[in-house]
């Protein structure tokens, strides 16, 4: 499968906002789920939101209400639009053409990722 590239992220102040873009196709990737997963300075991987080819999402606990994920299929991107950020949100943050809470998922090497930096 072709490398994934993210981009979108930056340094934003505690209450700001990112959105997070990734080129994917559903044809060209043929997976079921889309999504992003972070890691953050010392933290392991974590999963941060999935979307299904039926439209179902889901999201970590911790960025539910704050983060939404989407995609545009015209355009073959992914988009996580995050709000209210918080310092807990600084990581690289990563798309996976799979199921981004997955461990085995998370240990692949899908993109170089993009760094969200967010200050207090």
């Known amino acids: 499968q072709p490398p994934l590239e993210e981009s979108g992220g930056g340094s934003v102040q505690s209450g700001g906002s990112l959105r997070l873009s990734c080129g994917v196709s559903?044809?060209?990737?043929?997976?079921?789920?889309f999504g992003w997963y972070r890691q953050g300075p010392g933290k392991s991987p974590e999963g941060v939101a999935r979307?299904?080819?039926?439209?179902?999402?889901k999201y970590a606990d911790s960025v539910k209400g704050r983060f939404t994920i989407s995609q545009d299929n015209a355009k073959n991107t992914l988009y996580l639009q995050m709000n209210s950020l918080t310092p807990d949100d600084t990581a690289m943050y990563y798309c996976?053409?799979?199921?981004?809470?997955?461990?085995?998922?998370?240990?692949?090497?899908w993109g170089r990722g993009t760094q969200v930096t967010v200050l207090s």
């Open positions: 979307l299904d080819v039926d439209g179902n999402t």
């Open positions: 559903r044809h060209t990737h043929n997976a079921y789920s």
């Open positions: 996976a053409a799979d199921d981004p809470f997955k461990w085995i998922v998370q240990k692949q090497k």
